[in-house]
């Protein structure tokens, strides 16, 4: 069965210090592998889409990374800010039966 | 400005009802997608298109329906056979090819009087 998984389930971190979000999944024969942000109350906000060939995708302060093979990716995000506060998710676009399947997200909170 | 339009922001649902929950996108995307998102899961989709007159059914399409008679638009109906319809509805699009990333419109939330 396919899967998406992300840990921690919800993260607080004082302003200024650089984080990781951690993004794990089962079955490495994807397309691609997708970080969103999301709101509270709003849709998903497409941020970095690292494709199975790549190894990492930046954009100004974030940086992911894609290890194909462990079944993992990684969000960095650099000199945090309280307006980082928000829920990140991955989705991974699955070879098999073309699926994307979400994970439930990382809940991150910046302290000002 | 491109982009996808889901409307209305807030719905309301009576007993027995069907409501229509409405999609539309100026990107030019073949691809469209309706989610649900509940408290603490992840999205689920419910049903994708990848092309006008198709589609397909996603791991929860009981209790709803969608038609796609033109490319621009995917309106997602939720029939009184749902009896579990609160909740959070997000509509996504895709160009045509494998890495071309998913845009989501700002969601309907569907609440039940």
């Known amino acids: 069965k396919q899967e998406v998984t992300q840990i921690p389930a919800a993260l607080s971190v004082p302003e200024g210090e650089n984080l990781v979000l951690n993004c794990s999944f089962t079955?490495?024969?994807?397309?691609?592998l997708q970080w969103f942000r999301q709101d509270p109350g709003k849709g998903l906000t497409s941020l970095l889409l690292?494709?199975?060939?790549?190894r990492e995708q930046t954009s100004g302060r974030l940086n992911a990374s894609l290890d194909k093979s462990s079944g993992r990716s990684t969000l960095y995000i650099a000199a945090s800010q309280p307006g980082d506060s928000a829920t990140y998710l991955c989705?991974?676009?699955?070879?098999?039966?073309?699926?994307?399947?979400f994970g439930k997200g990382t809940r991150l909170h910046i302290l000002p | 400005d491109g982009g996808i339009t889901q409307s209305p922001k807030y719905l309301f649902r009576k007993e027995g009802q069907n409501v229509t929950l409405s999609c539309e996108q100026n990107l030019n995307h073949d691809a469209m997608y309706w989610y649900r998102q509940d408290p603490g899961q992840g999205l689920r989709l419910i049903y994708y298109s990848q092309i006008v007159n198709d589609f397909q059914k996603g791991d929860i399409a009981e209790g709803y329906s969608v038609s796609r008679e033109k490319k621009e638009s995917f309106p997602l109906t939720v029939t009184s056979a749902q009896k579990n319809p609160t909740a959070f509805y997000l509509c996504a699009s895709r160009d045509r090819g494998p890495n071309q990333p998913q845009h989501f419109g700002d969601g309907t939330r569907l609440s039940i009087l």
């Open positions: 690292i494709q199975s060939s790549q």
């Open positions: 989705a991974v676009r699955f070879h098999r039966d073309d699926k994307i399947i």
């Open positions: 079955d490495s024969a994807i397309y691609n």
